[in-house]
Antibody, heavy 128, light 108 residues
């Protein structure tokens, strides 16, 4: 069974930092691209960041570019999000979400860019 | 950025009735559209991808249709567990994938 478990959320002051983690199990983590998606309280979903299976390709939403850093440790089956210079508008539940990556013998791994499994989320509150 | 809109914002339906949810893209996304269900306090769950393919374990009462800019999610006979918020997401313009604002399906 695929499981994604986020941790590391909490209350932080504006301008502060926080590191989120996502522990993956039930699948071959190193074969899948991963994402962070967030949801502000009472609002809709916003994609935040993407990392390919080998960490060779990384993308960020414009709203977090230059402030957040995504990374992964395939040996530990873990995904991370380092969040710096936090703002009130970063307050949200942060979900890690798996991309249904497929493998082609000739051309390697390919991401599809939707989200087939989600963690339960971790709440980040930015407030003084 | 591709803007996704959903209508209606809220849909009131009686159990056993059919529900039809709409999603529109500001430009063509081909068939690169997914639907998610989210219940209060829970993570979203993938229902449909490729505009019309049900994800693993999703009941046959959920169906998706459309291509280009107009899409529909139909729930043929609403069950009590189907009352939730439904989001569409385009993934044609990756990595800048975008979600619609959601349609809440509640009990009439």
């Amino acid at each position: 069974e695929v499981q994604l478990v986020e941790s590391g959320g909490g209350l932080v002051q504006p301008g502060g930092s926080l590191r989120l983690s996502c522990a993956a199990s039930g699948f071959t983590f190193s074969s899948y691209s991963m994402n962070w998606v967030r949801q502000a309280p009472g609002k809709g979903l916003e994609w935040v960041s993407y990392i390919s299976s080998s960490s060779s390709t990384i993308y960020y939403a414009d709203s977090v570019k230059g402030r957040f850093t995504i990374s992964r440790d395939n040996a530990k089956n873990s995904l991370y999000l380092q969040m710096n210079s936090l703002r009130a508008e970063d307050t949200a539940v942060y979900y890690c979400a798996r991309d249904p990556t497929y493998y082609d013998f000739w051309s390697g791994y390919h991401s599809i860019y939707y989200f087939d499994y989600w963690g339960q989320g971790t709440l980040v509150t930015v407030s003084s | 950025e591709i803007v996704m809109t959903q209508s209606p914002a809220t849909l009131s339906v009686s159990p056993g009735e059919r529900a039809t949810l709409s999603c529109r893209a500001s430009q063509s996304v081909s068939s690169n559209l997914a639907w998610y269900q989210q219940k209060p306090g829970q993570a979203p769950r993938l229902l449909i991808y490729g505009a019309s393919t049900r994800a693993t374990g999703i009941p046959a009462r959920f169906s998706g249709s459309g291509s280009g800019t107009e899409f529909t999610l139909t729930i043929s006979s609403l069950q009590s567990e189907d009352f939730a918020v439904y989001y569409c997401q385009q993934y044609n313009n990756w990595p800048s994938v975008t979600f619609g604002p959601g349609t809440k399906v509640d009990i009439k």
